[in-house]
């Protein structure tokens, strides 16, 4: 089994910048891809990015690319998303999950953290 926990959420104003973190614990975390997720209100869950398990191969959603970045520390279980310029479109609760095989925005994970929020607005 593999645990995941997201942190670093909050309210943040437009333009604005934040970093979450995802933490890794179980069965060889560092053999695991990783991606971020996100879900509006009254939208589905969709992916936005993710990395590889050595963290030298990342994939983004175009919305996010060239704002958001991925990367991992895999002497701490730990991947980040770091996010600039904010939009209120961003607004949403934000998951990492976990999967065997790198794919298109780790699609179809077999892992998920318990989500946090994030709320871009003035």
């Known amino acids: 089994q593999l645990q995941l926990v997201e942190s670093g959420g909050g309210l943040v104003q437009p333009g604005g910048s934040l970093r979450l973190s995802c933490a890794a614990s179980?069965?060889?975390?560092?053999?695991?891809?990783i991606g971020w997720f996100r879900q509006a209100s009254g939208k589905e869950r969709e992916g936005i990015s993710c990395i590889n398990g050595s963290g030298d191969s990342t994939n983004y959603e175009d919305s996010v690319a060239g704002r958001f970045t991925i990367s991992r520390d895999n002497a701490k279980n730990t991947v980040y998303l770091e996010m600039n310029g904010l939009k209120p479109e961003d607004t949403a609760v934000y998951y990492c999950?976990?999967?065997?095989?790198?794919?298109?925005?780790?699609?179809?994970?077999?892992?998920w953290g318990q989500g946090t929020q994030v709320t871009v607005s003035s």
């Open positions: 999950a976990a999967k065997t095989t790198y794919t298109r925005l780790c699609n179809r994970p077999d892992y």
């Open positions: 179980g069965i060889t975390p560092n053999y695991y891809a």
